[in-house]
């Protein structure tokens, strides 16, 4: 059955390295979103895109994320350089268009433990 | 600003007891509404939403009411199971080209055999 995709499915690593982070949306999704969930903030919205341009990634500490959508079946979060405070669980979310009613499919998340 | 919240952090019922989960939003604007369950390990899975022209809606041993007056949304399980303890995230939409859910901090369910 269709459904998100991520990896890796945990990671951990040192403060100071780069973290890439992937997701393939359902086939037919139009608007993919990056989340963040710790316990203390809960679910966050980093960024989204829709039709793989970036919409709002309001969110999203700009200094050392970025997000990127190369094609229509993969969408990448990044982080360069981590630090201890970027752990968390990401999760990568698809929708269809805006429509009557806009549920979102979220992944099953990457867990990132930065030391 | 404004928010999602939810009145009870945890819910513990006996398994077979209906579970009615609560939230309150604060945005007046917000048009669409959204439960998720989330198991441990997992991502939030889609249970069932609602548009704030309806005031009910019903699924499979779930129902979603809607209250515009008092900005207050709640999740009726009917029968509840083992299988329903997880955390339950209420998540809304204002609405428009703005396709952003805000979600709430989240309730537990626990169910007891």
């Known amino acids: 059955d269709a459904r998100v995709t991520q990896t890796p499915r945990h990671k951990v690593t040192e403060m100071g390295q780069e973290v890439t982070m992937r997701c393939q949306p359902i086939?037919?999704?139009?608007?993919v979103f990056w989340y963040r969930q710790t316990m203390m903030q809960g679910l966050e919205l980093l960024a989204y895109?829709?039709?793989?341009?970036?919409?709002?990634d309001s969110g999203m500490p700009k200094d050392r994320f970025s997000a990127e959508m190369p094609d229509a079946t993969l969408a990448t979060l990044k982080i360069q350089p981590s630090e201890p405070r970027d752990s968390a669980v990401y999760f990568c979310?698809?929708?269809?268009?805006?429509?009557?009613?806009?549920?979102?499919?979220f992944g099953p998340g990457t867990r990132l433990t930065v030391l | 600003g404004e928010s999602v919240g939810l009145h009870l952090p945890t819910l513990s019922v006996q398994e077979g007891d209906n579970s009615i989960i609560n939230c309150a939003y604060s945005?007046?604007?917000?048009?669409?509404f959204i439960w998720y369950k989330q198991e441990s390990g997992k991502g939030p899975q889609f249970i069932i939403d609602?548009?704030?022209?309806?005031d009910k809606r019903q699924g499979q041993r779930v129902t979603v009411l809607l209250n515009k007056t008092v900005k207050h949304l709640s999740l009726q399980i009917a029968a509840t199971q083992p299988g329903d303890s997880a955390v339950y995230f209420c998540?809304?939409?204002?609405?428009?080209?703005?396709?952003?859910?805000?979600f709430g901090k989240g309730t537990l369910l626990t169910v007891n055999p």
């Open positions: 979310a698809s929708g269809l268009p805006p429509g009557l009613y806009n549920e979102q499919f």
């Open positions: 086939l037919g999704h139009n608007t």
């Open positions: 895109f829709r039709n793989r341009a970036p919409l709002d």
């Open positions: 945005n007046s604007a917000s048009d669409y």
């Open positions: 609602i548009r704030s022209n309806m």
């Open positions: 998540a809304e939409n204002s609405g428009g080209s703005n396709y952003k859910l805000t």
